[in-house]
């Protein structure tokens, strides 16, 4: 059975990173965008889901998935 994975483009986030977010739902791809924001950028959990910082990214970007 084939899985079609949504994927996003870090840089698509407004980022300066090539890393690729995968994930069959826009769930999975929210959190694995979240965490590799944390661990790769620094970023804090607060800042991801804040409208202040560009880190809503994530919830913007959506429009920008490729399946």
């Known amino acids: 059975m084939y899985i079609e994975l949504i994927k996003l483009l870090c840089r698509e986030t407004g980022l300066d990173c090539n890393f690729i977010i995968k994930g069959e739902t826009e769930e999975q791809v929210l959190a694995?965008?979240?965490?590799?924001?944390?661990?790769?950028?620094?970023l804090k959990?607060?800042?991801?889901?804040?409208?202040?910082?560009?880190?809503?990214?994530?919830c913007h970007a959506f429009g920008k998935l490729s399946r």
Not at 45 to 55: D, S, V
């Open 32 to 42: 694995a965008g979240a965490e590799h924001a944390i661990k790769a950028h620094g």
């Open 45 to 58: 959990a607060e800042e991801i889901f804040l409208k202040t910082i560009p880190c809503n990214f994530l």
